[in-house]
């Protein structure tokens, strides 16, 4: 069974851009979480997705937002991007309410 | 609101000894706990879980201790190998509902086994 894919692994932007990760979970995995890593601040909890509804929120501005397609596949998207923004962004998917959630290799972004 | 903690950035161990890797938690609505390792350029990697109805769970060299009282639980790795060298996550949950609740993760400990 193929793991969690995410898409691109690697990308460079400018300040004040925006950009869109995708991530493809595991078949038969029906939520989908996105998490931050920053050095030192672990992984900080973006959104997670359901049946393409939001279920979670972080405390992240607003330019931070995501979806869920019908085949489950997600998207995020960061506007007007800042320095602060260049991360290890993670995507995750489980298959239900009470189980442990697998993660991509992740997309890592330099905001330059 | 760091409600899962890590207080030891880094760990050093020799090969074939102990390692342990703690992690504490403030909210006492968490009933699952997870540990996950991640290894650089790589997304993390479930190892081992534990229920709150439960104060140990082992698989192979990996054994989870949950002390609920203190809300605090531990990672042992016995024997420690030379590839367990990784930054290990702790994450705690709620299950008691059937809603989809979200992941708290510790900071890190980044675990350096020495040959």
């Known amino acids: 069974k193929a793991g969690v894919t995410q898409t691109p692994r690697y990308l460079i932007k400018t300040r004040g851009q925006q950009v869109t990760l995708s991530c493809s979970p595991i078949?038969?995995?029906?939520?989908v979480s996105w998490y931050q890593q920053t050095p030192g601040q672990g992984l900080q909890f973006l959104f997670e997705y359901f049946s393409e509804t939001q279920r979670n929120k972080g405390n992240f501005p607003g330019r931070f937002s995501g979806r869920q397609f019908s085949n489950s596949r997600s998207e995020m998207n960061v506007s007007t991007l800042e320095l602060g923004d260049s991360a290890l962004y993670l995507c995750?998917?489980?298959?239900?309410?009470?189980?442990?959630?697998?993660f991509g290799q992740g997309t890592r972004l330099t905001v330059v | 609101d760091q409600q899962v903690k890590q207080n030891s950035p880094s760990l050093s161990v020799q090969e074939g000894r102990i390692s342990i890797l703690n992690c504490d938690y403030t909210n006492s609505m968490f009933d699952y706990f997870l540990w996950y390792k991640k290894y650089p350029a790589e997304g993390p990697t479930f190892l081992i879980s534990?229920?709150?109805?439960?104060d140990k769970n082992e698989d192979g060299r990996f054994t989870v201790f949950l002390n609920k009282s203190a809300k605090h639980l531990s990672l042992h790795i016995v024997p420690s190998q030379p590839g367990d060298s990784a930054v290990y996550f702790c994450?705690?949950?709620?299950?008691?509902?059937?809603?989809?609740?979200?992941?708290?993760f510790g900071s890190g400990t980044k675990l350096n086994v020495k040959p």
């Open positions: 994450a705690a949950s709620t299950r008691r509902t059937d809603n989809f609740n979200k992941f708290y």
């Open positions: 995750a998917s489980r298959q239900g309410v009470n189980t442990e959630a697998f």
């Open positions: 078949s038969g995995h029906r939520s």
């Open positions: 534990i229920s709150s109805i439960k």
